[in-house]
């Protein structure tokens, strides 16, 4: 039995059965991109869209990404769609990534390292936004400074690797 995507499988009725969808990656991703192929987006352009959506979904401030992701394409005349997708699959890495973000601030600034406790940094803002300002503001501009000194770093990084592949792909579609 062949289950190779697109393919149909053989019914037991000798009725050809419905096609085997494709996988989640060709679906989500690679679909995605082709379409925007097709619809004329350079795999430069495309490349750009994803390295920027990447530094964009890791900014270290929740609740401040789409708005970033927003003005950088619309400054860079980016694609929005892709870059808004990208942003959201990106959240449980900005979560993720905030305490590596102050890490590497503090390293930067040479502080001293402070424990990132999200529960008390959410009860002291809850409580009071001056005494959560005063008490964890160089925390923010650690983040903030690691974030932007990391940032050309992954948009080239994200770049390079998948220019290549974009330009693999324009290839392969039809004229």
């Not at 997708?85 to 390293?107: D, E, K, R, T």
């Not at 690797?161 to 324009?170: F, N, V």
Request: one cysteine or more.
């Amino acid at each position: 039995m062949n289950d190779a995507p697109g393919r149909p499988r053989p019914s037991s009725a000798g009725q050809p059965a419905a096609p085997v969808p494709a996988g989640f990656w060709r679906r989500r991703v690679v679909a995605p991109l082709l379409a925007q192929l097709t619809q004329g987006v350079t795999p430069e352009r495309l490349a750009l869209t994803l390295g920027v959506g990447l530094a964009g979904g890791l900014f270290p401030f929740l609740g401040f990404t789409t708005a970033l992701c927003f003005v950088a394409a619309l400054a860079l005349r980016l694609n929005q769609p892709i870059i808004h997708v990208l942003n959201q699959l990106l959240w449980p890495a900005q979560l993720a990534g905030i305490p590596l973000y102050v890490w590497l601030g503090q390293h930067l600034y040479g502080a001293p390292p402070v424990p990132v406790d999200p529960q008390e940094i959410a009860r002291v803002f809850a409580e009071s936004p001056r005494v959560f300002w005063t008490r964890f503001g160089l925390m923010g501009l650690h983040a903030f400074t690691a974030w932007l000194a990391s940032a050309p770093l992954l948009i080239g990084a994200v770049y390079f690797s998948t220019r290549p592949l974009l330009l693999g792909l324009a290839k392969r579609l039809p004229r």
